[in-house]
């Protein structure tokens, strides 16, 4: 198999000038590349069409949570920008969900990807919103409504793969951040999963970050990743 684009590298830079300088070190043919709200508030709609025509395929990770009309229109203004992958919080419900699906059904839209429970949330962080399910209880229910919606994947850890995996349909897309190749720092992650065992838990897409953006030659860097995967 062929994993070269199945690695989403997180560009979480702070300026528009050190993403573009990243970027010309990094082939896209060889991967895709996540622009998050940091990067978007600050460089705006223009980086994205850049980058965008530059040839990369852009994840689009603003996480949408608003009423049904407000998230169908950003996910049209969205997919204007030609992005290849946007996604919603699935919590916003069945009915925004609906919307969210109705607003991107077309051929060539992009794909629609939704937020479960955020992995930086545990037990107590989900009583205190009087949420009583486990996070894992609450991952299943969530993902259910992302497939009822006909959504076409959701963001989730790579320790919720296995489960989803058997509850969701094989085309449902598995998106994953948390990966660490072998002897890479964990940085601020948790629970951190290497690529190849993301992938044979039935992972879709890997977001990495900081191992590749911040490694001395990120190109190299991205090339020994795939290496690893497919050995
Ligand atoms: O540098 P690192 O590989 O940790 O970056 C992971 C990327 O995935 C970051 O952009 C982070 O915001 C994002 N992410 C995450 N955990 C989630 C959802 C998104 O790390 N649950």
């Not at 395929?57 to 049904?68: E, N, Q, R, S, W």
């Not at 699935?90 to 991107?104: I, T, V, Y």
């Amino acid at each position: 198999m062929n994993y070269n684009k199945q690695i989403i590298v997180a560009l979480d830079f702070p300026t528009e000038k050190a993403c573009l300088d990243f970027l010309k070190n990094i082939d896209p043919a060889r991967c895709r590349v996540k622009v998050g709200k940091e990067l978007f508030t600050r460089c705006g709609p223009a980086l994205v069409k850049k980058i965008n025509a530059e040839g990369y395929d852009v994840f689009l990770d603003l996480k949408f949570h608003d009423i049904p009309n407000t998230v169908a229109g950003a996910l049209k203004a969205a997919a204007d920008l030609g992005v290849w992958m946007v996604n919603v919080h699935a919590s916003g419900g069945k009915a925004m969900l609906d919307a969210s699906r109705e607003a991107l059904n077309y051929q060539q839209a992009p794909l629609l990807i939704a937020v479960t429970v955020l992995t930086s949330m545990g037990i107590e962080d989900l009583s205190q919103i009087a949420v009583i399910n486990t996070p894992q209880q609450q991952v299943q229910v969530l993902a259910s409504l992302a497939v009822n919606s006909g959504l076409d994947g959701v963001v989730c850890s790579a320790q919720e793969t296995d489960f989803l995996r058997l509850q969701c349909p094989s085309d449902f897309q598995l998106v994953t951040p948390g990966i660490r190749p072998s002897g890479d720092s964990a940085n601020d992650q948790k629970r951190v999963v290497s690529p190849r065992l993301a992938l044979e838990q039935g992972s879709n897409f890997l977001v990495i970050g900081r191992p590749i953006t911040q490694a001395s030659n990120p190109s190299e860097k991205l090339d020994s990743i795939i290496q690893e995967i497919e050995a």
